[in-house]
T-cell receptor
Framework: GQQVMQIPQYQHVQEGEDFTTYCNSS?????IQWYKQRPGGHPVFLIQ?????EVKKQKRLTFQFGEAKKNSSLHITATQTTDVGTYFC???????????FGTGTRLKVLA | DGGITQSPKYLFRKEGQNVTLSCEQN?????MYWYRQDPGQGLRLIYY???????QKGDIAEGYSVSREKKESFPLTVTSAQKNPTAFYLC???????????FGDGTRLSIL
């Protein structure tokens, strides 16, 4: 079945350093979503990517969707302590409406 | 304020007992979802509903049941057939099935 893997599983960075998490699907995706979950909280939607090669920015966050629509990345520039949490990607394939969530990357930012 | 309300926040189940988790939304969303999250893990889809009176199994539907009699409500029953129910259960909704999902605060279910 369809699988979505994320790497790394954990990342500790010093405040001000950059951070990147990668999402890889075993199948071609029709679109991909990114969510952030703070410790003890619920996932909060960040962005949705639909087009091959798409790049979107939200302040210090940059999201990319691969040309083959099988991978995606989230890059945070100059991390802050407020960036702490687990970042999940979620992808769906054409013809289904089930989003498969990635395993998540837990980010810790050291002040 | 529009949003998704899950209740209760904490729930304890005895052996052989069915329990029902409530999920209500006032966002006028057509699609609703139930996910299970185990410690340190991602979210796994239990059931989803595209529209009232319709629902589909997700990847881990065994031992669970749902109903969608009203647009606003999508309750999840954890039956005694679910042998390992201890987890964090999250309900979500979206305008349509391929749109961003809004999540409730979740219900933590434990076994007594």
């Amino acid at each position: 079945g369809q699988q979505v893997m994320q790497i790394p599983q954990y990342q500790h960075v010093q405040e001000g350093e950059d951070f990147t998490t990668y999402c890889n699907s075993s199948t071609t995706l029709s679109n991909i979503q990114w969510y952030k979950q703070r410790p003890g909280g619920h996932p909060v939607f960040l962005i949705q990517l639909v087009k091959s090669g798409e790049v979107k920015k939200q302040k210090r966050l940059t999201f990319q969707f691969g040309e083959a629509k099988k991978n995606s990345s989230l890059h945070i520039t100059a991390t802050q302590t407020t960036d702490v949490g687990t970042y999940f990607c979620a992808g769906t394939t054409s013809g289904t409406y089930k989003y498969i969530f990635g395993t998540g990357t837990r980010l810790k930012v050291l002040a | 304020d529009g949003g998704i309300t899950q209740s209760p926040k904490y729930l304890f189940r005895k052996e052989g007992q069915n329990v029902t988790l409530s999920c209500e939304q006032n966002l006028n969303h057509d699609a609703m979802y139930w996910y299970r999250q185990d410690p340190g893990q991602g979210l796994r889809l239990i059931y989803y509903s595209q529209i009232v009176n319709d629902f589909q199994k997700g990847d881990i539907a065994e031992g669970y049941s749902v109903s969608r009699e009203k647009k606003e409500s999508f309750p999840l029953t954890v039956t005694s057939a679910q042998k390992n129910p201890t987890a964090f259960y999250l309900c979500a909704s979206s305008m349509q099935v391929d749109q961003p999902q809004h999540f409730g605060d979740g219900t933590r279910l434990s076994i007594l």
